[in-house]
């Protein structure tokens, strides 16, 4: 009997997990039991990695740890800066230089366990993000600094300087928000390779591989180019009717799982709001609100038999803006934030101990038989 084939494993569960789940229907986002909502203001990302770790949010002196842990593991070996180097000198995208420096962090490891592995890939993120950008800019990598939590650390290693108390906030509250997502293609990835009993760094090698592709890694990118376009809000009727008559898709609309409102573009809309009142650009998130709503009436008014509800591209595009960080580190930010989930997948699996193997249908030819070469 042959096997049903779901292309893309649409539907199919692969494995069980006490990670998250993600209910698409009710637009539901539980991380460890967690409502995202929940969770993800209030938290540090330390508190969150160590919930994702081991099930239970840290005590003080379990917190006190970590950060201790993390800390020791910031620098990045001189190899590694090396080749983020020479990546700056081809002017590869932030991602191709991210997986690349992801690879190299297997230098030295030995036989490293899988946590000790986990704490040096969280550890270095911020660092690889940082000092290429900075490369990129023809300045040297930021100091590395043990005075500061993880969010701060990573803004600290793009701009050079300590941030403010509420840039830390906001984008802590951002890696919280998107540190886990069920088994999406790069956290399936990572699950994959370290199935195979395969070291931790390749298996978050091969998620950040995953990630840089356009169809998973989304595009918070284009959610703010279209509110730039837009320009003024007595604009953006004219604007989003003209893009849906076209058959343009309103970036930061829609998700192929949630069927309601994404509960993250809740929490990070709630953030970018507290973010813009303390002193960002008033202007630009009046702006997106406005074009928010004009763009929720108008899929309404078109296709009233879809949901078409905010994503979290629309909120993230908006918060890292504001910020201050460009387009091209929206995406590297974002593993800064998902490696946590990842690292908790990976070991997830690995205690698990099956290799991830499925089957497939073969659809080609038979019967087919060798005529040699001369005869061709």
Known sequence: MALA?????????????????????????????????????????????????????????????????????????AATLSLLSAAAGERLPHMDALRMGVASLGLGAGAAGHEQAALRLIAAFPGLVGAYDRLLRGEQPAPVRSDLGHAAHALQQVWGREPSPEHARGLETY?????????????????????????????????????????????????????????????????????????ERLMGFGHRVYRVRDPRADVLA?????????????????????????????????????????????????????????????????????????TAHAMEQASNGKLIRPDSRYVGPRGLRYTALEER
């Open 270 to 342: 709630a953030a970018a709001e507290r973010f813009f009142q303390s002193g960002g650009d008033a202007e630009l998130y009046a702006l997106a609100r406005q074009v928010e709503a004009v763009a929720l009436r108008l899929l309404r008014e078109r296709k009233p038999d879809r949901r078409l509800d905010t994503n979290v591209e629309f909120y993230t595009a908006l918060l890292l803006h504001g910020l201050g960080l460009e387009t091209a580190l929206f995406t590297p930010m974002f593993a800064v934030g998902r490696v946590a989930g990842w």
């Open 5 to 77: 084939v779901q292309d893309g494993l649409q539907g199919v569960v692969a494995a069980a997990t006490a990670l998250s789940e993600v209910d698409g229907e009710a637009g539901h986002l539980t991380l460890r039991g967690y409502a995202v909502e929940e969770l993800a203001p209030r938290a540090s990302f330390e508190e969150v990695v160590h919930l994702l770790w081991h099930g239970r949010l840290p005590s003080p002196a379990q917190h006190r740890e970590l950060c201790a842990e993390l800390h020791a593991r910031r620098a990045l070996p």
């Open 175 to 247: 890696l919280n928000t998107v540190c886990d997502h069920g088994l999406n293609a790069s956290t399936f990835a990572a699950r994959v390779i370290v199935s195979t009993g395969s070291d931790l760094v390749s298996a978050i090698c091969g998620a950040t591989g995953a990630l840089k592709g356009p169809l998973h890694g989304g595009a918070p990118g284009p959610a703010l180019d279209m509110v730039f376009e837009i320009g003024r809000a007595e604009r953006a009727e004219a604007v989003l009717r003209g893009k849906l008559e076209r058959g």
